[in-house]
């Protein structure tokens, strides 16, 4: 089920000849409606680019909240068991490093951001209540920076900008100094974690993410170099509130779970590389028809 609001059929076409796959075209914000019985509910629904909290920031609000609530009571009505998306955000700009999910965060409610971050930080206090309240079967997992094959290339997030950029020759946009961090986690891992958590028996909030912490100035030449661009870094201003570390503490899901991400950064890059490579040269043959 999406609404296809920062999503893409693209996507998941290939899926569309599996017996037993179903798509549903509709907003999770709105009242969901679906027939039959159910299992499982995956909850992912989620604007996750801080340019689309800006540009969408009520649909933002509305599908960490409303969208949850329709979820929760879905897997109520079901009996199913319930795994939400929260993410690294609910510790905002963070005082402490690594984060630990002991951690309560350091969040501006009403900053650019807040409209992510607090809808996050609620849909997992209705989860929590769900769970104490009615006995639901829930999971949530706090999702830190996942990249790979099939990120929107212009969704604005630091890793597909700078590799189009990159592959285009153009300046490798950088805000600030550049010396904040983030740690880029590759989605099979991410996957893998999750898949993991969803089947343990832990009900409190897990964070599922890569430790390999980097400065965002280190990607981008990183990033330079595996494409062999001949891009420059130019320096632009820091959106307000960005955080200025970001990097997992995974003990609990290392101990719980058995888990551990295994792609490292830059085999991950290479992978996610060729995937926006390939789909360039597919635009640029489609421009040339
Ligand atoms: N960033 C950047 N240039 C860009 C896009 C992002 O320098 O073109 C920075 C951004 O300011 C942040 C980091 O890269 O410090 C990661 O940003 P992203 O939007 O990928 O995700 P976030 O972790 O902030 O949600």
Not at 141 to 164: C, E, K, Q
């Amino acid at each position: 089920m999406d609404n296809l609001i920062t999503g893409s059929l693209h996507n998941i076409e290939h899926l569309f000849g599996l017996e037993n796959f179903d798509f549903l075209h509709h907003d999770v914000s709105k009242f969901v409606h679906v027939p039959g019985p159910l299992d499982y509910i995956l909850h992912f629904a989620s604007p996750a680019s801080p340019i689309d909290y800006l540009r969408i920031p009520i649909q933002t609000l509305k599908v960490g909240s409303l969208g949850t609530h329709n979820l929760l009571g879905l897997a109520k009505d079901k009996k199913a068991r319930i795994l939400v998306a929260s993410t690294s955000e609910v510790y905002g700009d963070p005082l402490v490093s690594p984060q630990s999910e002991q951690y309560w965060g350091n969040v501006n409610p009403v900053g650019p951001r807040g409209v992510y971050d607090e809808a996050k930080r609620f849909q997992e206090a209705i989860t929590m209540a769900y769970h104490n309240f009615h006995g639901l079967d829930t999971r949530i997992v706090r999702i830190f920076n996942t990249y790979g094959p099939r990120m929107r290339p212009n969704d604005g997030r630091a890793l597909p900008s700078f590799i189009g950029q990159a592959l285009r020759g153009e300046d490798i946009t950088v805000f600030g100094t550049g010396e904040q961090t983030r740690s880029f986690c590759y989605i099979s891992d991410q996957v893998e974690g999750i898949y993991r958590l969803l089947f343990s028996p832990y009900t409190y909030p897990m964070n599922i993410g890569n430790p390999e912490e980097l400065t965002i100035l280190n990607l981008a030449q990183k990033i330079i170099s595996l494409t062999g661009s001949s891009s420059k870094i130019k320096l632009e201003p820091l959106p307000e509130d960005d955080p200025k570390r970001r990097r997992p503490d995974i003990d609990l899901a290392t101990t719980i779970l058995d888990w551990k991400p295994k792609i490292s950064l830059e085999a991950g890059l290479i992978k996610s590389i060729k995937y926006f490579k390939d789909l360039y040269a597919i635009e640029n043959t489609n421009q040339n028809i």
